[in-house]
């Protein structure tokens, strides 16, 4: 059902999101009715320093983790070895047997094995002909299977690889895509009215938490954030 590969780009000072390959919507016909969120994909709690854990998030200094955090914000900029990254996604470095969890009620429109990172992606659309799709990247142990119904809340998974022995890594992403043509959007653009502020302050108290834990309060720049992890509010193709 899904050939499609999104990307990321920073040309000077934009960021650009590029789709390749085809994603079967039906065209422009497709429906426009948005996901609803109503979690966040893992489990999020305040820092135990007695366990140093945070839900699902292991609090420790040694731990191998892109740009030295436990969780990268949508629209953070990464370097990676083909170069500069903004970040369209939520992603987690979790406990690795930490569960999975679906954000949003819907229909699954494909599970795919990605070869290079020895994981799965995982896409749901709030119906079958939906414009839009949340993408649960870097899951392991998929539980469902393309065109099965979802609830959000929902175990998908586990986390999928990384290379720190005690984490997985696992990322969600919410599209809308029309031919070649995407745009991502902050998780809580679009999350459910009666949870978005319960879920804001998990987000808040987490890098709240992760800051004082390395002892570093300029890990996130929580002053340019228009939602709670969010530096924009979509990244526009």
Known sequence: MRKLVVGLVVVGLAVVI????????????CSDVPPVLKNLGVDFAPWDPGTGRA???????????????VFLEFGATVEWPGGTKVLPT??????????????????????????????????ISPDPRSCWFIDHDHVLNPTVSTGDKVSAGQVLGK????HDPMLGRTEIMIVKAVHEN????????FFDNALSE???????????????????????????????GCLYESLPG
């Open 55 to 69: 839900g699902a998030f292991i609090f420790a200094r040694d731990l191998s983790t892109t740009s030295s955090k």
């Open 159 to 162: 986390p999928g690889n990384w």
């Open 90 to 123: 939520f992603e987690y470095y979790v406990d690795k047997n930490a569960d999975v969890y679906a954000v949003a009620d819907g229909v699954v429109k494909y599970v795919e094995f990605q070869e290079e990172t020895q994981d799965w992606a995982i896409g």
């Open 198 to 228: 319960e879920y804001q302050q998990k987000v808040w108290r987490l890098m709240s938490d992760w800051e004082n834990f390395v002892g570093d309060q300029t890990v996130y720049a929580q002053e340019n954030m228009i939602y709670a």
């Open 182 to 189: 995407c745009v991502a959007y902050a998780p809580f653009k």
């Open 18 to 29: 590029f789709c390749v390959g085809e994603f079967i919507l039906g065209g422009y016909g």
